[in-house]
């Protein structure tokens, strides 16, 4: 009979317990957008150079796919007109192509029947205007990975800083006051860091792009000098 009223009472005090600790589970329950808001005033220029890295990415992304087309066709039908000796009909083509490569194909083109060496010159020259102009507003790219860090790390700190000045003033080093604002301090570090890889990541895939284009466009130099040589 002792042995049945225990087991009673312990079923009793366990389900008193799970209630009590679903209650806590449910009242300590926040969104993540609480989570985040927690963060600190640092996460305001965090989450606006969060912004401006995804536009930048986007935008340049855009330009340098666009720019850095090469139409296989291009020197192709250029090649057939400098042969013929039809050099307005080789330069509307470079022209009409709309693309860095045509820019560059132009310029040369202008130039036929000066020494090579001033026509690989004007080239060269073409191309290194296309690619600063890919290469525009990627310097910024490369800024916000060191400063989204920097200012995450700086909320960090200053929330460490309030949480000491705290702990002086009222005596309370209770691991709950100190855990509760050092976590919510943490996430203007973390959200830093997720920044500066995000701008990081895109700075060096987009100057991945960029390399990748410059090498094509020094082998249709090449190709267009050879094109010349032989005419």
Do not use: C, W
Not at 15 to 24: G, H, P, T, Y
Not at 70 to 82: Q, R
Not at 125 to 152: N, S, Y
Request: no cysteine.
């Amino acid at each position: 009979m002792f042995s049945y009223i225990q087991l009673q009472a312990d079923t009793i005090a366990n389900a008193a317990s799970n209630v009590l600790v679903e209650k806590v589970a449910s009242n300590t329950e926040i969104s993540v957008l609480d989570f985040i808001f927690k963060g600190g005033f640092f996460l305001i220029p965090i989450a606006l150079l969060l912004f401006y890295t995804f536009y930048l990415i986007i935008e340049r992304y855009l330009y340098i796919h666009k720019a850095s087309k090469i139409d296989a066709h291009l020197i192709k039908d250029v090649s057939v007109n400098l042969v013929s000796g039809n050099l307005n009909m080789a330069l509307s083509i470079a022209e009409r192509s709309n693309s860095a490569s045509g820019n560059i194909l132009k310029e040369g083109i202008q130039v036929v029947g000066r020494p090579i060496t001033e026509i690989e010159s004007n080239m060269d020259r073409a191309a290194d205007i296309e690619i600063g102009e890919m290469e525009k507003h990627l310097g910024q790219l490369g800024l916000i990975a060191g400063i989204a860090p920097t200012l995450g790390f700086i909320g960090t700190i200053s929330g460490v800083i309030k949480i000491f000045y705290s702990i002086s003033v009222t005596e309370n080093i209770s691991i709950g006051n100190i855990s509760g604002g050092l976590y919510e301090k943490m996430i203007s570090s973390g959200s830093g860091l997720i920044v500066g890889i995000i701008a990081y990541s895109g700075y060096h895939l987009l100057n991945g792009k960029i390399d990748h284009f410059a090498l094509k466009i020094q082998k249709q130099i090449l190709e267009f000098v050879n094109i010349i040589q032989k005419s």
